[in-house]
């Protein structure tokens, strides 16, 4: 018992305390963490998603601690050029591995307290918005910069060992994310039912957008829910549970879990490509429009509220074009001319022959 407490244990808990008692929050008396409070407090009555609230607080309470380390304490005090100031804070920031935040992280960290200051101003919590008219960053428009192959998924999908109830597990949440397209947070959250093994059909809570969808379900990544079920789920629950997908103790699988089980699927499949649950998802896209597949019909599986976003598919989906242009491109057409000296070697009879 005392050392499967130790494998739980978090590090940072203050020595001595109890077990199960939090560690003293550094930020929890300052006034701007109460205003951060109220916003979440606000926005969840207003329909927000805990996911949602989850995301905004990473990134407002990073926000505090920069604030903190200068004595800025009260939301009345921020200013537009204080925002500026931590806005290029952010720029010059460099991880433990040296890199820089990508332009995207950087407006992650900006994009909630701009939302968060708002609201503070609508409030009448604080005189008028610092961050009304802060220049965010612009945002590159990438295509997916890893893709699978068809061949690498598979060896993805059969690296999980099923001769055990992990590896049965690890092996249909694999068969799942490719077949569905789900986002890891939205495996996580599915229960026993929602997976329709008669009908091949996943129902999805609360997407992104806290919207729900109804998903197609493919006849093999279905036979492999179906062993789950029957041979490994009962061995893994330590009690009654809705949830579809569990730990190796019988706890409700988490969304970084989900990404720990295709990482290490991955590295056994010898598959050095960046990424996890989302390298599964974007193969599931290409996949099907390699294969024909409406993009708009790929919009509905992947739950994108926009299809600008799914579009971004189709200028990876190349095989259809490739087609094309090996039908109608002079230059695909001709046959490769042989400089002066392979034609005489290739002309030249063999000795011996």
């Known amino acids: ?190 229960r026993r039912y929602d997976a329709d093994l008669v009908r091949l059909t996943v129902f999805v809570r609360e997407g992104k957008g806290r919207k729900d969808r109804v998903v197609p379900l493919g006849a093999r990544a279905a036979a492999w829910l179906d062993r789950y079920f029957t041979e490994a789920r009962p061995r893994l629950l330590g009690q009654a549970r809705e949830e579809l997908f569990v730990t190796d103790w019988g706890q409700p699988i988490t969304p970084e879990q989900v990404a720990t089980a295709v990482r290490k699927a991955k590295a056994r499949a010898g598959i050095v490509k960046p990424g996890a649950t989302h390298l599964l998802r974007h193969a599931c896209a290409t996949h099907m429009l390699d294969a024909g597949a409406d993009v708009r019909h790929i919009q509905a599986l992947l739950g994108h509220a926009s299809l600008a976003t799914t579009e971004r598919y189709t200028h990876v989906a190349i095989s259809k074009l490739q087609e094309v242009h090996a039908k109608t491109h002079p230059g695909a057409q001709l046959k490769p001319e042989l400089p002066e000296t392979r034609k005489a070697e290739a002309c030249r009879p063999e000795i011996g022959g």
């Open 1 to 190: 018992m005392l050392a499967r407490r130790k494998r739980f244990e978090k590090p940072g808990r203050r020595p001595g305390a109890a077990w199960g008692e939090k560690p003293a929050d550094p930020l929890a008396a300052l006034p701007l963490t109460a205003a951060m409070e109220a916003h979440f407090e606000a926005i969840l009555i207003a329909g927000y998603s805990a996911d949602t609230v989850r995301g905004r607080r990473t990134a407002i309470r990073r926000f505090i601690t920069w604030c903190d380390e200068r004595g800025l304490i009260d939301p009345a005090q921020i200013t537009k050029p204080i925002l500026e100031r931590y806005q290029r804070h952010l720029f010059a920031y460099r991880k433990p591995a040296g890199g820089p935040l990508t332009l995207g992280s950087q407006f992650g960290c900006l994009s909630p307290l701009r939302s968060w200051f708002k609201w503070l101003a609508r409030e009448g919590r604080i005189g008028a918005d610092p961050a009304a008219d802060l220049a965010m960053p612009r945002l590159p428009k990438h295509l997916p910069r890893a893709l699978l192959g068809l061949a690498e998924t598979e060896a993805i999908l059969a690296a999980a060992d099923p001769a055990t109830p992990e590896g049965l597990r690890d092996r249909a949440m694999l068969e799942l994310l490719y077949s569905t397209g789900l986002r890891r947070t939205e495996l996580a959250k599915l």
